[in-house]
């Protein structure tokens, strides 16, 4: 459900507010820390999102919300889970990529788009967890 809150801001709003963030890390980690996994794994889980995705960012590739929130999946889904997750979303984001790029092939366009990657995460979430993440 966050990431699908994420992915409805992002769309509107081309950003995800750090209050989504800071409230699905204290969920996620307190979901670790009381559902048996221990809160070490959900800091793993979070530290494994920003560190996938810490290099796109510096490459101007991916917007720092969505670093945010791939650190909010992390720390629900662990380092394994999320893993599975942003390689799903890369291949999503390369499939809408590639229905733009067709579709504008023979017009101009002024400038590259701005794909809202939180739209494939929560994607890739939801096919990967369900609808409880």
């Known amino acids: 459900m966050l990431v699908g809150v994420g992915a409805f801001w992002d769309v509107r709003q081309r950003r995800i507010p750090n209050a989504l963030v800071i409230v699905g890390l204290v969920l996620?980690?307190?979901?670790?820390?009381?559902?048996?996994?221990?809160?070490v794994m959900g800091l793993a889980g979070a530290a494994t999102g920003l560190g996938l995705l810490i290099v796109p960012f510096a490459l101007n590739m991916l917007g720092g919300g969505d670093v945010k929130l791939a650190m909010v999946v992390g720390a629900f889904a662990q380092p394994a889970?999320?893993?599975?997750?942003?390689?799903?979303?890369?291949?999503?984001?390369?499939?809408?990529?590639?229905?733009?790029?067709?579709?504008?092939?023979?017009?101009?366009?002024?400038?590259?788009?701005?794909?809202?990657?939180?739209?494939?995460?929560?994607?890739?979430?939801?096919?990967?967890?369900?609808p409880f993440l």
């Open 28 to 39: 996620g980690l307190g979901w670790q820390t009381w559902g048996g996994a221990g809160l």
């Open 81 to 130: 889970g999320v893993c599975a997750i942003l390689l799903v979303t890369a291949l999503l984001t390369g499939v809408i990529s590639a229905v733009f790029w067709f579709t504008v092939r023979f017009r101009p366009v002024e400038s590259p788009p701005n794909i809202p990657v939180a739209v494939p995460l929560a994607a890739a979430t939801f096919l990967l967890t369900g």
